[in-house]
C-alpha cells in the first residue's frame, strides 16, 4: 500500500489545517491507522490514532483540538487540526497498518 501526505503548509497560531493521507489500496474500517509527528530534534511521537472497533487515542496535548477520521469510500485518511500553536511544528507522517507515507511539514508561526 502507497500513502501520500498532503495539506501541510505555514499556518499562524490559532489557524487551522487538515492534512490527508491517500491510499492507493482499500482501508477497511478495521485497520489500525494514525498518525505521528517528528520535530526536529526530538523523538517521533503518535498524535491520533484510531484502533479496530472505533477506538480512537489522541496524544494529551492535542485533545480537543485535533480530529481524526477515515474515509473508507475514499481510502482517505485525514487529521484535522485546529487552534494550532508553535509547538506543534513538527513533520507529519501518517500510516496505514504496517504502510507509512513519506510526511508533510506542518509549521506554526507564533
Known amino acids: 500500500v502507497q500513502l501520500q501526505a498532503s495539506g501541510g503548509g505555514l499556518v499562524q497560531a490559532g489557524g487551522s489545517l487538515k492534512l490527508s493521507c491517500a491510499a492507493s489500496?482499500?482501508?477497511?474500517?478495521?485497520?489500525?491507522v494514525g498518525w505521528y509527528r517528528q520535530a526536529p530534534g526530538k523523538n517521533r511521537e503518535l498524535v491520533a490514532r484510531?484502533?479496530?472497533?472505533?477506538?480512537?487515542d489522541y496524544e494529551a496535548s492535542v485533545k480537543g483540538r485535533f480530529t481524526i477520521s477515515r474515509s473508507v469510500a475514499e481510502n482517505t485518511l485525514s487529521l484535522q487540526m485546529n487552534s494550532l500553536k508553535p509547538e506543534d511544528t513538527a513533520r507529519y507522517f501518517c500510516?496505514?497498518?504496517?504502510?507509512w507515507g513519506q510526511g508533510t511539514q506542518v509549521t506554526v508561526s507564533s
Open positions: 500510516y496505514i497498518g504496517q504502510n
Open positions: 489500496k482499500r482501508i477497511t474500517v478495521t485497520s489500525r
Open positions: 484510531m484502533i479496530g472497533g472505533g477506538n480512537i
